[in-house]
């Protein structure tokens, strides 16, 4: 009862936020500009820049604003923009996340808000969840800006470093929250203020919020240079963990986060090191690598964490199925996995710079996100980002059905009758989109249909590149497609793939008919799924089918709530009982309080890493735009300073002991780095010790940052004391150097969350 009337008060609540933003719509629409030539819109919009350029706020500006846009996109799209998408643009502008449904037209709601901030000239960024729609958004908007006087430029992993300049200097700029990330960090290791990407941040929109907010939001970025792969030692791990009995050396949490060591199992494992305490201080690398070794024998599984591809452990992302381009775990779990797999280890290079998304889009002055599934994270978005969810109605009624889940109380009873169901929707013709929890369940499904005579489209992680064209083909009439959580994300599924009468034949045969085959612990991502059904007030079906067996399930104990006749018995038909579903919702709200307390406890162990990279990023900047005069070696050796200047001159030693300085900035801070990530790996060992991991943590970590100006002072002042210089000496070209190359890639610092219960 008290649910319910939870949900009714927040309904009203949100047709509350709502009012201001559609009194917005009716003003928009009450501008008429299809009069007017395109040169006259262009002037018009000038004006605009003027007055937003002179100070005026831009909520003085909206409704010209918009009318304008609203225009432009009639006339170089084709497209009058429906109440939802002005709706949607105001929200939008105002600096919320908005939540929209699939097929809603996110992509042009954003252009009223985008729009709107460029006006100031101080740029905008369209962040997107990968380069596919970073560069298509960016060519199908672009023409609106363009009648407007915007100019509007995209990024790719592949842009050039003048291309990457160029595209930040537009006025919108479409990119990768990642690529954006990294061309920070990139700029964090600039010698000449010329050699940066970036201007200064002001807005961002972030497209697909719930994945980068969320689901990547914690993930470090990465830039490093070179340094060699070592993987003799974690070679010799895995043979020991190998060597471990299960429930008998080790064992896991309940919730298979954790795996440790038994008492039985450390004496095995001494002896087979040769060694004496393995939790003696002086054998703490042993026990770290000893830790990474199980936690990639026990906790991490092939075909579903990762695949191998090409030589390569690659990371399968959990919320999408894609594979996670470039990136890694951390360091020691790396090459424990490469280990286990009997894989080269791969050289993951000296960390020179890293920051996590979420503290990197916190640069930003301002923010606004868009998402079609954001309300069941709303608390997560209000406590850490402030943004709060206005849920925007549809343009057309969503009259998707969503079915009750089916629950079975074995994996094979549950298998069969998928393939039983997609047999008996197949056989109507309408389309069937199969979402499958990992890489080797999409594969075993589509075994099981093609031998139950069903000829199907899988799409996993081994194909993702094939995406944009098996979805383009899963509304057609008797497809049937199965794919991990990757299907559809930025990209609608259309009935009859767009052809008239096909598409009106599926719409009379019920739309696409989804069937998930797990619950995720999170209920925001089974909502995609079923989002990809009922796009535009099209007909479409849902139903998730599930088993007791499932990982998720078992780990909440959903098999205890089996009517005691039941209890222990395999029946091949649904067990479903008012209690079970009711347990099933439970069970989401419980798991996505964990993995947001998880969350919150990971952010724990990087706040203070970000307070520390602020205070460095701010002073290095002060030395690289020549807000100070970095000069140590006149205080610490002034006769080495004056033999140095009666041979350089004062100019050129001057460029040359920033040069300096600026190198000995990076290169004790890749150390700092270095020994983060050592304590990262290491310091929940001290909770053996009734130690406080976090308190260790940080006390560590603040010793060692308070040392870095000595250090850098003494590496420089020892650099140029040691100079040897000729009068034709030049500081850029024979002065220290930046690494010859350098690389991006994520860590997957999940390692940590999985830990979660050693830490509190």
């Known amino acids: 009862m008290f649910g319910k009337l939870g949900e009714r008060i927040d309904q009203t609540l949100r047709q509350h936020r709502l009012k201001a933003y559609t009194r917005l719509v009716s003003e928009v629409r009450g501008l008429d500009y299809s009069g007017k030539t395109d040169a006259e819109l262009r002037g018009m919009s000038e004006e605009l820049k003027r007055r937003s350029r002179s100070g005026e706020e831009p909520d003085a500006l909206l409704v010209p604003a918009f009318a304008l846009v609203a225009e432009a996109a009639a006339r170089k799209l084709g497209i009058k923009p429906y109440d939802s998408q002005i709706l949607g643009g105001s929200a939008l502008a105002a600096g919320k996340l908005v939540e929209m449904q699939t097929g809603e037209g996110k992509t042009l709601a954003a252009v009223f808000a985008v729009y709107l901030r460029a006006l100031s000239g101080q740029g905008v960024h369209v962040l997107t969840f990968n380069d596919y729609l970073a560069e298509r958004d960016a060519r199908w908007m672009g023409p609106v800006y363009e009648l407007l006087g915007m100019t509007v430029r995209s990024i790719q992993a592949h842009t050039a470093p003048e291309e990457r300049r160029a595209a930040y200097a537009a006025d919108v700029t479409y990119v990768t929250a990642k690529e954006a990330g990294f061309d920070y960090l990139r700029d964090g290791l600039a010698r000449k203020p010329e050699e940066l990407l970036h201007r200064p941040l002001h807005y961002v929109l972030v497209d697909e919020a719930d994945s980068i907010l969320i689901d990547e939001a914690r993930i470090p970025l990465v830039i490093a240079g070179a340094k060699p792969a070592e993987g003799g030692a974690s070679a010799r791990m895995a043979e020991i963990a190998e060597a471990l009995e299960p429930g008998v050396d080790y064992d896991t949490?309940?919730?298979?986060?954790?795996?440790?060591?038994?008492?039985?199992g450390s004496l095995k494992a001494e002896q087979l090191l040769g060694i004496g305490s393995l939790y003696a201080s002086e054998h703490l690398a042993e026990l770290t690598g000893l830790n990474c070794a199980l936690h990639a024998k026990v906790l991490l599984v092939r075909d579903v964490d990762y695949i191998v591809q090409d030589g390569a452990a690659r990371q399968v992302d959990a919320a999408t199925g894609r594979l996670a381009e470039n990136r890694r775990w951390p360091d020691g779990l790396q090459a424990a996995v490469e280990a286990k797999e009997g894989l080269a280890p791969q050289s993951r290079?000296?960390?020179?710079?890293?920051?996590?998304?979420?503290?990197?889009?916190?640069?930003?002055?301002?923010?606004?996100g868009m998402t079609g599934t954001a309300l069941t994270s709303a608390d997560?978005?209000?406590?850490?980002?402030?943004?709060?969810?206005?849920?925007?109605?549809?343009?057309?009624?969503?009259?998707?059905?969503?079915?009750?889940?089916?629950?079975?109380?074995?994996?094979?009873?549950?298998?069969?009758?998928?393939?039983?169901?997609?047999?008996?929707?197949?056989?109507?013709g309408r389309p069937v989109l199969l979402g499958t929890a990992s890489v080797e369940e999409s594969e075993q499904l589509s075994a099981l249909l093609q031998a139950a005579g069903i000829v199907c489209r899988v799409l996993n992680a081994r194909n993702d590149r094939e995406e944009a064209?098996?979805?383009?083909?899963?509304?057609?009439?008797?497809?049937?497609?199965?794919?991990?959580?990757?299907?559809?994300?930025?990209?609608?599924?259309?009935?009859?793939?767009?052809k008239n009468g096909e598409m009106e034949r599926v719409r009379q045969l019920g739309g696409l008919?989804?069937?998930?085959?797990?619950?995720?612990?999170?209920l925001r991502i089974d909502n995609q799924l079923r989002g990809r059904a009922g796009r535009q007030g099209d007909p479409g079906t849902t139903r998730f089918l599930v088993s007791l067996e499932d990982e998720v399930l078992v780990r909440y104990r959903l098999a205890d709530e089996l009517?005691?006749?039941?209890?222990?018995?395999?029946?091949?038909?649904?067990?479903?009982?008012?209690?079970?579903?009711?347990?099933?919702?439970?069970?989401?709200?419980?798991?996505?309080?964990?993995?947001?307390?998880a969350r919150k406890n990971l952010n724990s162990y990087s706040d203070l890493l970000e307070e520390q990279r602020r205070i460095f990023r701010g002073e290095r900047e002060d030395v690289l735009m020549d807000r100070v005069?970095?000069?140590p070696l006149s205080v610490y050796e002034p006769s080495d300073y004056e033999r140095l200047r009666g041979t350089l001159g004062e100019s050129k030693l001057a460029v040359l002991e920033k040069l300096a300085a600026l190198h000995y900035m990076d290169k004790c801070w890749a150390d700092h780095l270095d020994y983060v990530?050592?304590?990262?790996?290491?310091?929940?060992?001290?909770?053996?010790?009734?130690?406080?991991?976090?308190?260790?943590?940080?006390?560590?970590?603040?010793?060692?940052?308070?040392?870095?100006?000595?250090?850098?002072?003494?590496?420089?002042?020892?650099?140029?004391?040691?100079?040897?210089?000729?009068?034709?000496f030049d500081p850029e070209r024979n002065g220290p150097q930046k690494p010859d190359s350098t690389w991006t890639y994520v860590v997957n610092d999940l390692f940590l969350l999985t830990r979660r219960s050693i830490f509190d």
Request: without cysteine.
């Open 513 to 522: 008919y989804v069937i998930g085959t797990h619950l995720h612990e999170s």
């Open 563 to 597: 009517p005691k006749e039941w209890a222990g018995r395999r029946r091949d038909e649904p067990v479903n009982t008012p209690a079970l579903e009711r347990k099933l919702e439970h069970i989401q709200r419980v798991a996505n309080g964990q993995q947001f307390e």
């Open 677 to 728: 990530n050592y304590l990262k790996e290491s310091v929940h060992l001290s909770s053996l010790s009734n130690r406080n991991p976090l308190d260790e943590f940080n006390v560590n970590l603040i010793q060692a940052f308070t040392g870095l100006p000595g250090k850098i002072e003494e590496e420089t002042v020892r650099y140029l004391k040691n100079l040897r210089p000729s009068a034709d």
């Open 349 to 368: 290079g000296q960390m020179l710079g890293t920051i996590p998304l979420q503290h990197y889009l916190s640069l930003y002055p301002s923010m606004a």
């Open 629 to 631: 005069v970095s000069s």
């Open 253 to 264: 949490d309940e919730f298979k986060r954790n795996v440790f060591l038994t008492d039985e």
């Open 380 to 428: 997560e978005f209000k406590e850490t980002y402030s943004l709060e969810v206005v849920v925007i109605p549809p343009n057309r009624m969503n009259i998707r059905e969503d079915l009750p889940p089916l629950i079975f109380t074995h994996a094979e009873a549950q298998r069969q009758a998928i393939v039983q169901e997609v047999v008996r929707i197949h056989a109507t």
């Open 469 to 498: 064209g098996i979805i383009a083909q899963a509304g057609e009439l008797a497809a049937v497609t199965v794919s991990t959580n990757m299907a559809g994300r930025g990209v609608d599924i259309v009935l009859g793939a767009g």
